[in-house]
């Protein structure tokens, strides 16, 4: 499955990327905001990430823009983006958001847009909710979940990032999501965008 938006492309990860992969998440500030992503990052992390299976239902993608004539470097990874099945407090299965942007990237709206990109495709999918967890010392991403639409649930963990080395409390924040019917095209808006996003079936 891929999904196109406005200046992204969002595709499979496939096993050559895991070069790509371990440069961006070796990076100590990335790899401290995520809270399963093992330290020191090494090859053999990469290589395993990069030859897992996807999940129809949790799909992950990487970051990419598009190959373009005047810029040979387009098609440059610049973050990974995907749905994860977790447990809540409740012990309910629930679908969580998680991303990151390798560094060079930041602060450039990317995981804005690429948030709302998967937020079109997760009703299609059946999810009629989202959560994401946010460590409560990383604003940034905060700002990056309230755009897209997410609000604090007033759920506040201590969470363990190997990178760290130490638990830290994170925020969770969700999303309700409008009931995708048969047969509507996959091409609407997502929640909070006013672009179209095209998606297309590996």
């Given at each position: 499955?891929?999904?196109?938006?406005?200046?992204?492309?969002?595709r499979?990860v496939?096993?050559?990327?895991?070069?790509?992969?371990?440069?961006a998440?070796?990076?100590?500030?990335?790899?401290?905001?995520?809270?399963?992503?093992?330290?020191?990052?090494?090859?053999?992390e990469?290589r395993?990430?990069?030859?897992?299976?996807?999940?129809?239902?949790?799909p992950?993608?990487?970051?990419?823009?598009?190959?373009?004539?005047?810029?040979?470097?387009?098609a440059?990874?610049?973050?990974?983006?995907?749905?994860?099945?977790?447990?809540?407090?409740d012990?309910?299965?629930?679908?969580?958001?998680?991303?990151?942007?390798?560094?060079?990237?930041?602060?450039?709206?990317?995981?804005t847009?690429?948030?709302?990109?998967?937020?079109?495709?997760?009703p299609?999918?059946?999810?009629?909710?989202?959560v994401?967890n946010?460590?409560?010392?990383?604003?940034?991403?905060?700002r990056v979940?309230?755009?897209?639409?997410?609000?604090p649930?007033?759920?506040?963990?201590?969470?363990?990032?190997?990178?760290?080395?130490?638990?830290?409390?994170?925020?969770?924040?969700?999303?309700?999501?409008?009931l995708?019917?048969?047969?509507?095209?996959?091409g609407?808006?997502?929640?909070?965008?006013g672009?179209?996003?095209?998606?297309r079936?590996?």
């Amino acid at each position: 499955m891929f999904i196109r938006s406005q200046n992204l492309f969002l595709r499979p990860v496939w096993a050559e990327d895991w070069a790509a992969i371990q440069a961006a998440v070796s990076d100590e500030a990335v790899a401290s905001n995520l809270p399963s992503v093992p330290w020191p990052y090494g090859e053999a992390e990469a290589r395993w990430f990069a030859s897992q299976a996807q999940n129809p239902y949790f799909p992950h993608f990487l970051i990419t823009q598009p190959y373009r004539a005047h810029d040979p470097g387009g098609a440059e990874v610049i973050g990974c983006i995907g749905l994860t099945e977790r447990t809540g407090p409740d012990g309910e299965a629930r679908a969580e958001l998680g991303y990151w942007i390798a560094r060079a990237h930041w602060h450039r709206g990317y995981a804005t847009e690429a948030g709302r990109a998967l937020l079109t495709l997760a009703p299609v999918l059946r999810h009629h909710q989202l959560v994401a967890n946010c460590f409560r010392d990383n604003p940034a991403s905060a700002r990056v979940l309230r755009k897209l639409g997410f609000r604090p649930t007033g759920e506040v963990t201590l969470v363990t990032s190997p990178a760290r080395g130490e638990p830290a409390a994170a925020a969770t924040f969700a999303i309700d999501l409008p009931l995708a019917n048969d047969g509507d095209d996959c091409g609407d808006s997502a929640p909070g965008d006013g672009g179209m996003v095209e998606l297309r079936a590996a």
